[in-house]
C-alpha cells in the first residue's frame, strides 16, 4: 500500500525517533499519526483554556488548528485506503507521555505555566526537525 509514503508528510508535526521503529506497518504508522497529532490538540486545548498570555494562546490555537487539520487528512487516507490504525507500543508511548506533559502542566500557573507548555512544544517540534 501507498499509505506509508503519504502518511509519513503528515509524521513531520511529531517526534520522527518515534515513528521510525523498527517493524511498523502501515496501521501502526496511522495510529502513531492520529496519536501524536491529538496530543498536540490535547496540549493546545489545555493552554489556551489556562493560558492569559495572548501570544502564548495564539500559539496554543495554531497548534489546535494544524494539528487537527493533519488528523483530518490522515483520518481521510486511510479511511479511503481501508486501513484500520492498530495500536502499537509507539502510539500508546505518545499517549502516555502527552498525558504526563498535561499532568505537569496542570501544576503550573501563570509565567511558569507559558513557559512550561511553549518549552515542551518546541522540544517536541525541534525533534522532528533534527530527525
Known sequence: MKVSTIVVAGLLLFPASSVFAKGVNDAQIASIVVTANQVDVDAGNFADSRSTNADVKTFARLM?????????????????????????????????EGEKNLASLRALDGAAFDKGYIAHEVAYHREVIHA
Request: hydrophobic letters at 25%; glycine letters at 0%; zero cysteines.
Open 64 to 96: 489546535v488548528t494544524d494539528h487537527t487539520s493533519v488528523n483530518q487528512a490522515a483520518t481521510d487516507l486511510v479511511t479511503r485506503l481501508k486501513v484500520t490504525p492498530q495500536e502499537n507500543p509507539t502510539s500508546q508511548s505518545l499517549k502516555s
